[in-house]
């Protein structure tokens, strides 16, 4: 199988006019989507496995980013994710040392509209967003979902295949569909 040096995709995130710190590992190409009005920052030894054999959990996907329209991705320094999507329309920001398992996805919007009408007429103009911010340390298990307006505080953990919506006080361990804390804050 033929791999790319990682200086390609690096950069195609020049090109794209990604910002990135220093020691950004990519393991596999990510797909990356910076549209362009919107802003994609990624913070200093940040880790992307987009390789099916980078995760021993097994990914379903490379790494999509996509920030679309006026929409802001940050993502703080040392963090790392593996095989999940990232899509903000509005605002996406992960705290450093944060880790995110396999397959997650996290998303600040409702993808397509709510409404029958709104749908079939394939508009976007009533498309509801709202900032999902994700704490300094936070800990994201595999195939977890966190939609728009989610709030976790720092040194937070997500179980694995959660469905999270809310806002969580630090040091919350939640877990479920829904998610519900589990442990509330303080010392795990």
């Keep these: 199988m033929f791999k790319f040096p990682s200086v390609v995709p690096k950069l195609w995130l020049r090109l794209d006019h990604v ?5 950004l590992k990519l393991v596999g190409w990510p797909a990356v989507f910076r549209y362009p009005h919107a802003r ?4 200093e030894n940040v880790t992307i496995n987009s390789s099916f054999f980078s995760n021993l959990l097994g990914l379903y996907q490379r790494m999509i980013i996509v920030a679309r329209g006026n929409g802001k991705i940050v993502i703080g320094d ?3 994710m593996s095989g999940s ?3 903000a329309r509005e605002s996406i920001t992960i705290g450093d040392d944060t880790l995110i398992g396999a397959n997650c996805k996290i998303i600040d919007n409702d993808f397509h509209p709510i409404d029958p009408e709104e749908r079939r007429s394939g508009s976007l103009d009533h498309l ?3 900032p999902v911010v994700i704490g300094k340390n936070v800990f ?3 195939n977890s979902i966190i939609l728009k307006g989610t709030v976790l505080g720092d040194n937070c953990v997500v179980g694995a295949g959660s469905v999270v919506s809310g806002t969580y006080e630090a040091g919350s361990v939640i877990a479920g569909n829904p998610a ?3 442990k509330s804050g303080g010392r795990l």
Aim: with cysteine; hydrophobic share 30%; proline share 0%.
């Design 180 to 182: 519900r804390v589990v």
């Design 128 to 130: 509801k967003t709202k």
């Design 78 to 80: 040392r963090v790392g």
């Design 85 to 87: 999507t990232i899509y």
């Design 140 to 142: 994201i298990g595999c």
């Design 19 to 23: 910002t990135y710190g220093r020691h």
């Design 40 to 43: 994609l920052t990624l913070g």
